[in-house]
């Protein structure tokens, strides 16, 4: 059959089981947008393109599935790189479109045109720049295949808008195969073996595992290996929920704001067994002195990351569910008793705590988030301090509940990524655990998550700082409050580090008028005996909530590896 | 290290602006890189000498084999093969000099391809040594302007 492009584009994204797409139209897009008005394609139009990426986003971690989201030329493509960035450092798997002005004026500075797939090359998986549109549906098609295999990642597909309009004869192509494509999903048996035998010969064993294992379904097989051969687990930031928290061997998660037992683990260990993880920075601390007595063991898909930052002993490259399903037949069921009872201790003097006072603090907040939620919700963050309070208090049962930016830390991400993790669970909880920098940054969301009855609920635990960074301040920098109040105006003295004075200009904005104004609901909690009552209502309301946390100003997030700092030269507290 | 790294790629527009992303992003100064067809048409081969730490490099290799339109990448390092790189070079050349610049062309089995009252072009193909060795000969004569190729290379014996 004959189809115009935008025919062919609503064709085959039904075709790859696309229910929903997040995006806003602009002149280069119409042709599709025409086509998408009164489909069965399902577009929630945004108020931003950045908020449209991480809807997406939000929406493949919260089930698996490839996130879409769509974009006009210029302004609006680019708009889309933050969120493309973020997702391609978290292995997330996105299908970003854009429309592009027509071929015959590409390269011409034409009015909003913009070399997009120059732009994002280093933040995508891949890309194209379709300029036939007898190609359209094959790139199509492979842009979801590359998007959801192997390593998965954002891919973009930029579609010129007389591609769009131009007609040729819709041939789906059943079979996609890429020669220069084929991702390796067995690992090598004889490295199997190898990694089987350090195991079985192992006395202070750890897994080290990352968000590898929520995108290969392998918590079950995480689980089983831990037990089988009694291991401690840790859980970096992107696999929060791939463990249970209220396991012996659960040790939290490790490195900069990581547990205290579970750095002194690593740094103890004699055999480290990465499972889709990567040895970030964040992780490693100084990595000339990371777990310094351990053969390591990485099982990995991406042969990129073998070897990147850590040189490893047993490399198996691989699915990690199908590698973990044969290693654990290879291992035999041993204990480690006496390592075990020294976690114990170390878990028993320097356990994750802070003040227990009147006073309101932000991890009381989280708490008592966890407890009503009962760890069943979608937890969803932002970046800065919240976002270790969250990753530290909120115990996340299950695997594709705790959906944070990882990789390029990306403030404003939490509020669209719970829009579009809410619109795929329904029926879930969905909390975008929030500081009250990050929150505005993405702000203008609330009129999407208001007007399509998004219910989410968001906790801004209002500290009014870009806390983290006044953290860094206060220890490394004298407490030279350098650009990180957000009271601030040009008569404040010049040097201040003394929040919450009388003589402290108003906060700005208003988060309750906020949430008012955006017909959503706003609550103001100021004490801490009102905070389980407050989360109560919200959860109780049928309507987006924003719950503004007046908290302790200058809490700190405790413990910390300082940047440039081995594991175990962590601080427990500030003397 | 010197490295002569061989790139099989899909011929399709976009695909050296990702393999010279990826050289730029890790700070290596490629000393040379050609493209060319191979057998297959829809085939290119990019030859690229580069220096560099050799774990750096291998990360090189691994993320240029993770690249969508990368088929195959080789590392000569260590293995038997061919090194070509073709040369012209103009050279300064006047009544008193001439005679002495064409025995080195000869010498080295170069060519002359290009007379001029007072210059000739020599085209030189050969390994690394052999161009360095002719190019030091030929620059006291006064070299006035110079183009290569880039490596090309391929493993030796049967594919
Ligand atoms: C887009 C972006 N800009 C800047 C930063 C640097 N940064 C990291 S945390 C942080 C402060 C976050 O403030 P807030 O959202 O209030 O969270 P808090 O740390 O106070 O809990 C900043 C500015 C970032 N991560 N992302
Ligand atoms: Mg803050």
Partial sequence: MIKTGSEIFVECLLRENVDILYGIPGGQLIPIFDKIYGSQLKLILTRHEQGAAHMADGYARSTGKTGVCIATSGPGATNLVTGLANAYLDSIPMVAFTGQVPTTLIGNDAFQEADITGITRPVTKHNYLVKDVKDLATVIREAFYIASTGRPGPVLVDIPADVQRASTEFIWPEKVSIRSYRPNYEGHPGQIKKAAELINSSKRPVLYVGGGVITSESSAEVIALAKKAEIPVTTTLLAIGAFPPDSELCLGMPGMHGTYFANHAIQNSDLLIAVGSRFDDRVTGKVSAFAPHARIIHIDIDPTSISKNVVVDVPVVGDAKSILLELNKEIKKSSHGEWISQINKWKKAHPITYQKDAKLRPQYVIEAIDELTKGEAIVVTEVGQHQMWAAQFYKAKKPRTFLSSGGLGTMGFGLPAAIGAKMANPDKIVVDISGDGSFQMNVQELATAVLNKVNIKVAILNNQYLGMVRQWQEMFYGKRY?????????????????????????????????????GAV?????????????????????????????????????????????????????? | MRHTISALVENKFGVLARISTLFAARGFNIDSLSVGETEDPDVSRMTIVVRGDDRILEQVEKQLNKLVDVIKVIDFKGTAHL????????????????????????????????????SLIVEITGDVNKIEAILLLLKPFGIKEMCRTGIIALARGLK
């Fill in chain 1, 482 to 518: 350098s650009a990180t109040c957000l009271h601030r105006v040009p008569s404040c003295p010049e040097k201040c580090s003394k929040p919450g004075t009388k003589l402290c200009p108003a906060y700005t904005p208003d988060f309750v008028k906020l949430a008012e104004a955006y």
């Fill in chain 2, 83 to 118: 090194e070509r790189d073709l040369v012209l070079v103009k050279v300064k050349a006047d009544k008193t000099t001439r005679s002495e610049i064409l025995q080195i062309v000869d010498i080295f089995r170069a060519k002359i391809v290009d007379v001029a009252a007072d």
């Fill in chain 1, 522 to 575: 706003g609550i103001r909690i100021s004490t801490k005996k009102d905070v389980v009552p407050a989360l109560k209502k919200a959860l109780a309301v049928n309507k987006p909530v924003i719950l503004e946390f007046m908290v302790e100003q200058e809490e700190n997030v405790l413990p910390m590896v300082p940047a440039g700092a081995a594991l175990d030269e962590i601080i427990t507290n500030l003397a």
